[in-house]
């Protein structure tokens, strides 16, 4: 490992590896799918009335998707180069994303379904139905690929390839990094 010139408090600083600067736009594709999947508002306000108001809250999956947006904001900025942060910053605000992003694709049907009308959902089939021209295309089987969550899950992984390569560089120390 290169000790680079030791920052504030003696940790060393170095370089940011290419993984971690490339979240810069990985971050911004996940924060739109987010915002699309979850029809998140620009403004989201949080109930601080209680130590228990959050019970509610934070089972709700808007409220998860935004906060879960929230760091990827913060991720986001510490990619931009020249932003200085710390390995411990980049690990804690990761893995603090980890749980909502393996759950948002289920999450997000879940939603879908709880918020489809069904009875209109059954009579657009019947609307579908050919009549001289084609029926649109239906997916071949029910465990069929889905293209934005194979790129949702595809975005994920190159945040975790981000965390190991911080980790790697850093040698597993709390190191600054620019």
Do not use: C, N
Request: glycine residues 6%; proline residues 6%; hydrophobic residues 50%.
């Amino acid at each position: 490992m290169s000790d680079g010139a030791a920052g504030a408090g003696g940790m060393a600083t170095i370089p940011k590896p290419d993984e971690l600067l490339a979240l810069h736009g990985v971050t911004s594709q996940m924060f739109t799918i987010l915002r699309r999947w979850f029809d998140v508002p620009t403004t989201v306000t949080l109930d601080l009335s209680a130590i228990d108001s959050a019970v509610v809250e934070l089972g709700e999956p808007r409220l998860i998707a935004a906060m879960a947006m929230r760091k990827l904001q913060a991720l986001h900025l510490l990619a931009t180069p020249g932003v200085r942060t710390s390995t411990d910053v980049v690990v804690a605000i990761v893995q603090d994303l980890q749980r909502a992003l393996i759950q948002a694709p289920s999450m997000r049907l879940r939603l879908q379904a709880s918020s489809t009308d069904w009875d209109a959902a059954l009579r657009s089939l019947d609307d579908t139905a050919p009549s001289g021209g084609e029926a649109p295309p239906s997916p071949a089987s029910t465990d069929a690929a889905d293209p934005e969550v194979d790129e949702f899950r595809a975005l994920h992984a190159l945040l975790l390839l981000a965390v190991d390569a911080v980790i790697d560089v850093s040698d597993g120390e709390v190191r600054y990094l620019v």
